[in-house]
């Protein structure tokens, strides 16, 4: 399935990236997104620095309007600590990890100069591996059957465009909130039960991207 999404994409580029108003290029990026649930209080999981990259591409309906689609590897990182009773410091546990195919689908709206933008959208993540690495002992648990197959979050942001030639280069910075449930219902042993679990937080993205024809 994941072979086939990545085509899809790879068709939908190719037939558009023959238009002056479309833009194709790359994309890379840190994101520190946070698990938030109903976690017991003597349990709690932070975040830790993620990372992903891909392609992306954009298509201009105005000069101020941009549609824009991506496809990549996304990998969010957080850190399992058990809560110490009078002090309230974190004693880490483990290292989860959650690795997906992310599929961002949004909109630019660009101002007069057509340098600063808003951005808006949604992405939708196909899940791959969840596993936690337990610091003691030193273990690895694969955790995905326990997490859903894919998972829905809305995203706002805000970037700056500048050209070099007809290549422009983008540096936005992005808020994302989940919208579904990251879990299945399976029981979990090597995180905190949450019968809730949705992924939220920042991400700081580059884009390099090339405008076919000269394009907008």
């Given at each position: 399935m994941k072979r086939h999404i990545l085509l899809f994409l790879a068709m939908v580029m190719s037939i558009i990236g023959a238009s002056a108003q479309v833009h194709l290029g790359l994309t890379g990026y840190v994101q520190n997104l946070s698990l938030n649930g109903d976690s017991p209080e003597d349990q709690t999981i932070t975040a830790g620095l993620g990372y992903g990259a891909g392609v992306s591409a954009g298509y201009f309906f105005t000069p101020e309007i941009q549609l824009t689609l991506g496809a990549g590897y996304d990998v969010r990182n957080n850190t399992v600590s058990n809560v110490l009773p009078l002090t309230d410091s974190l004693d880490a546990v483990g290292d989860f990890s959650l690795t997906s195919y992310a599929v961002p689908i949004g909109i630019r709206i660009y101002g007069a100069a057509q340098t600063w933008y808003f951005s808006s959208g949604i992405t939708i993540r196909f899940h791959d591996v969840a596993k936690v690495e337990v610091i003691?002992?030193?273990?690895?648990?694969?955790?995905?059957?326990?997490?859903?197959?894919?998972?829905?979050?809305?995203?706002?942001g805000f970037g700056y465009?500048?050209?070099?030639?007809?290549?422009?280069?983008?540096?936005?910075?992005?808020?994302?909130?989940?919208?579904?449930?990251?879990?299945?219902?399976?029981?979990?042993?090597?995180?905190?039960?949450?019968?809730?679990?949705?992924?939220?937080?920042?991400?700081?993205?580059?884009?390099?991207?090339?405008?076919f024809g000269g394009g907008q």
């Amino acid at each position: 399935m994941k072979r086939h999404i990545l085509l899809f994409l790879a068709m939908v580029m190719s037939i558009i990236g023959a238009s002056a108003q479309v833009h194709l290029g790359l994309t890379g990026y840190v994101q520190n997104l946070s698990l938030n649930g109903d976690s017991p209080e003597d349990q709690t999981i932070t975040a830790g620095l993620g990372y992903g990259a891909g392609v992306s591409a954009g298509y201009f309906f105005t000069p101020e309007i941009q549609l824009t689609l991506g496809a990549g590897y996304d990998v969010r990182n957080n850190t399992v600590s058990n809560v110490l009773p009078l002090t309230d410091s974190l004693d880490a546990v483990g290292d989860f990890s959650l690795t997906s195919y992310a599929v961002p689908i949004g909109i630019r709206i660009y101002g007069a100069a057509q340098t600063w933008y808003f951005s808006s959208g949604i992405t939708i993540r196909f899940h791959d591996v969840a596993k936690v690495e337990v610091i003691e002992p030193d273990t690895s648990i694969n955790i995905s059957s326990a997490f859903v197959k894919m998972e829905g979050s809305i995203y706002l942001g805000f970037g700056y465009m500048f050209r070099v030639g007809d290549v422009r280069l983008i540096p936005e910075l992005r808020y994302e909130q989940g919208l579904s449930n990251l879990l299945n219902g399976e029981p979990l042993y090597s995180l905190p039960p949450a019968p809730v679990l949705r992924s939220s937080g920042f991400s700081f993205r580059f884009f390099a991207e090339y405008a076919f024809g000269g394009g907008q």
